[in-house]
C-alpha cells in the first residue's frame, strides 16, 4: 500500500523524495494513533472494502484515516471525508491534493452532525462503511453524532460505523455504547489487541508516559438493528 504524504509544516530537505502530507493539524498524537489504529483494523480486514460502496468519515481533521483507507480500496473518488470547521476542511483539501490525482481523489465536504443531514443525504447517498476517530469529546455530541451516521449509513447487513475512542470520565466507553443502542446500532467491541500492528504498538508505548491513550483505547464496530434496518430518515 502506499503511504500518504504528510508534510508536518516545513520543507524537506532539497532533493528528498519523502512522501508527505501537507500537514497533520493541530491535534496530538493521540488523534495520529487513533487514525493508525482505525486504518489497520479496515486494511487487515480486507472484507470491509471489498463490497463496500462508498465510505465515509466524520470528523475527519486533516483526513488521515480516510487517506489511508482511500489508497487502499483502489477506488479514492467513493471515499468522502467530512468536518464541521470550514478552516479545517481547507488543510483536509490540500492534504487530499498533495496525495491522490485530480481525476480520481476523495471529495471533501462540510458537514456539522445533526444540522442539515438529509440535504447531505441527498447530495452525497448513503455509505457502507462510516469511520470516525477520537471525535466524541463531549456527551452533548453523542446523540447528534450517532443519529447523523444512523441516517447516511446504507440499509445493507455489512454497513457498518467504526469507532475508536479513548475512555475518559466525561466520555467513557460505556456512554458510546448507550448512546449508539438509543439510536438503533447495535455494538461490537474491537480489542485492540486482536488488530495485528496494535499490539505491538500498545507495548511499545506501555512504559512512554506520553502515550498512555493506547491503554485506554477501544474501537467500536456498530451496525444497525435489523428492526430499523432500511428506514435511514427516522
Known sequence: ??????????????GSAKRRLVSTGSGSSSSKHHSMVLALYVLNHPEVLRKCEGVLELGAGAGVT?????????????????DGEHH?????????????????????EYLRWGENVAEFRDKVGTFD?????DVLYCPEALE??????????SSKPSAQLLVSHTNRSYVPHYKVRKAGSKCGFKCTDIPLQSIPGCAEMS??????PRHP??????????????????????
Open 144 to 153: 447528534p453524532f450517532f443519529t447523523t451516521a444512523r441516517q447516511l449509513m
Open 213 to 234: 491513550l493506547l491503554q485506554r483505547m477501544q474501537v467500536f464496530r456498530f451496525t444497525l438493528k435489523s428492526s430499523i434496518r432500511g428506514d435511514p430518515s427516522s
Open 129 to 133: 462503511l462510516i469511520m470516525a476517530t
Open 1 to 14: 500500500m502506499r503511504k500518504a504524504r504528510l508534510a508536518r509544516g516545513r520543507k524537506g530537505k532539497p
Open 88 to 108: 479545517v476542511l481547507e488543510l483536509t483539501r490540500r492534504n487530499i491534493e498533495a496525495n491522490f490525482k485530480e481525476d480520481g481523489r476523495p471529495s471533501c
Open 203 to 208: 507495548r511499545a508505548t506501555a512504559a512512554d
Open 66 to 82: 480516510g487517506l489511508l483507507v482511500a489508497k487502499a480500496c483502489g477506488r479514492p473518488a467513493d471515499v468522502v471525508l467530512t
